[in-house]
């Protein structure tokens, strides 16, 4: 079995940073992409940012140069830190990974429980 469990969501007014982590743990024996996703209310879930296991990173535009994902190998971690927050951000904000579980098995995708972000004032 294998969890990601995701934390760091919160409150926080417009203008406001905030960190995003997702640990990954369980039967890993590789991870290829990490990324995080979102879904405001009343909408549906869409790509956040990536990061390969080179740390080659991508964003969706609405988020380039305020959002910087990045992840640690060896702690199976991957996080997302965000600044100049704006009310258009608040969403719940969910992590995935794509790894194999042995050599021998393919990759398989994962998602976190979702995490809330809140930018309000």
């Known amino acids: 079995q294998v969890q990601l469990v995701e934390s760091g969501g919160g409150l926080v007014q417009p203008g406001g940073s905030l960190r995003l982590s997702c640990a990954a743990s369980?039967?890993?024996?590789?991870?290829?992409?990490m990324a995080w996703y979102r879904q405001p209310p009343g909408k549906e879930r869409e790509l956040v940012a990536t990061?390969?296991?080179?740390?080659?990173?991508a964003y969706r535009d609405s988020v380039k140069g305020r959002f910087t994902c990045s992840r640690d190998n060896a702690k199976n971690t991957v996080y997302l830190q965000m600044s100049s927050l704006k009310p258009e951000d608040s969403a719940v904000y969910y992590c995935?990974?794509?790894?194999?579980?042995?050599?021998?098995?393919?990759?398989?995708?994962?998602w976190g429980q979702g995490t809330q972000v809140t930018v309000s004032s």
């Open positions: 995935y990974a794509a790894l194999k579980n042995s050599t021998w098995s393919p990759y398989r995708n994962y």
């Open positions: 369980g039967s890993i024996f590789e991870i290829a992409t």
């Open positions: 990061v390969s296991s080179a740390a080659t990173t």
